[in-house]
């Protein structure tokens, strides 16, 4: 199997969105520019989402515009309607993401709708980025557990994962929204889809509030699972997932999977660099 491990850097998004303090969509653009000399081929920029919902990300527009793009990257953003992709089509975005939840607690409480309502909205922005040539990710959020509805029941996670899959998404990422899954319970899950699903269609999306992140990647990378999101500085958490802390840090990540023999092509030196500025952005 590959040694190589690619990073979605979600920082920018996950990163910042649940800062209370609106950040200058200036600074917005300088970390995604940075981050982008870090060496990453994915970076989620940003979300087309509900301006009333997640204020931060009200100026999504403009920071896409605002990047400089380098050749070969992917610059993403979070889509969760026809509207939010029409947003993100128009600021050229290379890749949309669109966002489930195994539970119906924590899908009514981000996106205002069921999990059965959310799969027929993401329908026709799967269509409609196909016919943009636009590549479309999925994501399945609360897969141990939630907020909301408590233990969740891998079985649901199948369900999503698969539903998202055949819609036409090229991965599905696995997202432990609120960061208390232990790797047991990674371990259970991952084994319950990679029934349905190859290690190559999945990503691994870990919040770190408990401290075990790094050994959920590990079980996963022994799954064959070789792209993870991870947000720079450890930055972010979801504003409907209360208590949940940021997303594993960027470079924790790298410099645990280098020690297990793996390699990012990322420069560790800007990395650190980077997550510094980063930090420096919440108030
Ligand atoms: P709703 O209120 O049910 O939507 O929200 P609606 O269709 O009834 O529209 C209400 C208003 O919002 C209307 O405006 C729409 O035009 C507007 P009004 O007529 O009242 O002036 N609207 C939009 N505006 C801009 N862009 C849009 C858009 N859609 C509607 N795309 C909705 C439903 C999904 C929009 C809302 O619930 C929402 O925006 N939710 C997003 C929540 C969010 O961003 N959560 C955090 C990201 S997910 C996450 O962090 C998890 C993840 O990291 C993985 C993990 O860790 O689990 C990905
Ligand atoms: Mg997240």
Redesign the pocket.
């Known amino acids: 199997m590959s040694n190589r491990v690619t990073i979605y850097e ?1 920082g920018p ?2 990163g910042l ?1 649940n800062e209370k303090t609106l950040i200058a969509t200036e600074d917005k653009i300088l970390l995604v520019n940075d981050l982008t000399a870090c060496g990453f081929q994915k970076i989620e920029v940003t ?8 204020p931060q ?1 009200a100026d999504a527009l403009e920071v896409l515009e605002g990047i400089d793009r380098a050749n070969g990257v992917t610059y993403s953003a ?4 026809l ?2 992709f029409d ?1 993100a089509k128009h600021a050229l975005a290379d890749e949309v ?1 669109i ?1 489930a ?1 195994a539970t119906e607690g924590f899908s009514e409480a ?4 069921s999990i059965d309502e959310s799969l027929t909205r993401f329908k026709p922005v799967v269509k409609a980025a196909k016919a943009a040539g636009i590549s479309v990710r999925g ?1 399945v ?2 897969i141990t557990d939630c907020p909301y509805d408590g233990a969740v029941d891998p079985t649901s996670v199948v369900h999503v994962a698969k539903a998202l899959a055949e819609m036409g998404c090229h991965e599905v ?1 696995l ?3 609120i960061g208390v899954a232990t790797p047991e319970k990674i371990e259970k899950v991952l084994d319950a889809v990679l029934q349905e699903l190859p290690a190559e269609l999945l990503s691994g ?1 870990y ?1 770190d509030t408990n401290g075990c992140a790094l050994d959920n990647i590990e079980v996963s990378l022994d799954k064959g699972i070789r792209l993870f ?1 991870s947000a720079i500085g450890g930055l972010g958490g ?4 209360p208590g949940a802390t940021g ?1 594993v840090a960027t470079e924790a990540v790298v410099d645990h999977v280098t020690k297990l023999g793996y390699y990012t092509g990322l420069d560790v030196e800007k990395l650190g660099d980077v997550a510094v500025f980063a930090r420096g952005l919440r108030r």
């Open positions: 979600v998004r996950d969105q979300s087309f989402v509900s301006p009333k919902w997640v990300m979070l889509t969760p309607n509207k939010g947003r993401a966002f939840a981000n996106i205002n709708c994501c959020s609360v990422g997202a432990d929204t999306h919040h999101d979801c504003p409907y997932a997303n």
